[in-house]
């Protein structure tokens, strides 16, 4: 039982929990990609007014979809992270209903207000809105492969190196907002709690799946009320903005955070070979050669990453402002990961 402020303003959980919703929705309007709509379409019981497929998330994209988009009652949003985030797009600039169905759990963005949208290759999030219902088809998720499940557990990992962030910066007087105990006490639980269900995550049973999920609304408890989420989002995410301007393309969300956790936690000297162990147990695939990133990208990313999250005022303080990244220590790095 989750108490606190999650942004989800109802829930339907459960095996076979999206079948039939379409009948409920009066005219509506799926965002949505083509794996993820073959599998959901004929479950919903009724057929959408329009089905807006994900081409990029690019804000000149957006808008032009959204000028496209037919009248409607209800967005319905069905697929991973920017599928969700196209209808939440859709939905905040239209002013409607929002119903989100993840079909996989690789990122939060099913429970979180705003929309991630990319204007020139840099991430932004905009816009404010509420999933009713957040629909989680615990058969439906099982469709997607395991290894995109199991990459929902990155944007609860970055708690380690987040939290730790927020405390570096604290003690360096650079925090940007109030500092509280008690809520990087409550969301290191989160994390342990994520770590201690590591077997139900990799096989992607119901209890796992269910972790994940509750995971990401127990830090929304945290984070809402306060208006930012220092305790979830540091230095591991910068790392990946760096490097998805660098390469101009997207990543698995939660593996290229998990890449982060890697790098930041050893640089960190937080807890680093038990983040390394938990991302090994669940299955998290964190390691550059999966996700195509050269050697020499990823050594000039690092040696690149002070200049670029100074060059940018929105981001906060955090180990990278700290701890110098010097090419003997980016090397030591960089030859315990494979390419
Ligand atoms: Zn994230």
New binding site residues.
Partial sequence: MITGQTNVRSARFGAGAIDGIGKELGRFVVTTMEVPWRLAQRRLGAPPVAVIQVENMEIGTLDRQVAAAPECDTVLAIGGGQAIDLGKYLAWKRGLRLVTAPTILS??AFVTPAAGIRRGHRVEYVGQTSPDPLVIDYDLIRTAPPELNVAGV??LL?IHTACFDWEVAERAGKSEYPFHDEDVAKAREILSDTMAKAEAIRTCLDEGLLAIVEGYMRVNTICLPVGHCRVE?GSE?YLFYELEERLKRPFI?GWI?GLGVHLLSRLQENRHAEAVAFMDEVGLRYQPTGMEIRRDDLRDSLLNLRNYVSSRSDLWYTIINKCDLSPAWIESALATLKF
Wanted: charged share 35%.
């Fill in positions: 990122v939060d990155g944007d970055s989002e995410h969300h955070v």
